[in-house]
Nanobody, 127 residues
Framework: QVHLVESGGGLVQTGGSLRLSCAAS????????WAWFRQEPGKEREFVAG????????LYADSVKGRFTLSQDNAKNTLYLQMNSLTLEDTAVYYC????????????????????WGQGTQVTVSS
């Protein structure tokens, strides 16, 4: 059973940066796909960024492309999301997710694709 714990959220002004971390434990080595999602109150969970083993590049939502960078340190079993040039629209709870089997790339943006989820970390961007 994979256990995911996010950290690094907080309050930041527009234009600022944050780095989110997702520490994973429990059978992480055979998990194929990893992603970050975010959710605002009353809205559906939205794909932010993801990566999959044997896929050459990370995927990003258009809204964060060029500002956010996804990375992973396998030695530390940690997934990161570096967020730069933050805007008010980035305010949300951010969730880390993982999936055991390898999804097709087109399925990576769907929250239903993922088997394991963290508890979320709040990111608030203020003007």
């Amino acid at each position: 059973q994979v256990h995911l714990v996010e950290s690094g959220g907080g309050l930041v002004q527009t234009g600022g940066s944050l780095r989110l971390s997702c520490a994973a434990s429990g059978g992480t080595s055979n998990k194929c796909a990893w992603a970050w999602f975010r959710q605002e109150p009353g809205k559906e969970r939205e794909f932010v960024a993801g990566r999959r083993r044997s896929f050459g590049s990370n995927l990003y939502a258009d809204s964060v492309k060029g500002r956010f960078t996804l990375s992973q340190d396998n030695a530390k079993n940690t997934l990161y999301l570096q967020m730069n040039s933050l805007t008010l629209e980035d305010t949300a709870v951010y969730y880390c997710a993982a999936r055991g089997g390898c999804p097709i790339v087109s399925e990576m943006r769907r929250s239903q694709t993922y088997d394991y989820w963290g508890q979320g970390t709040q990111v608030t961007v203020s003007s």
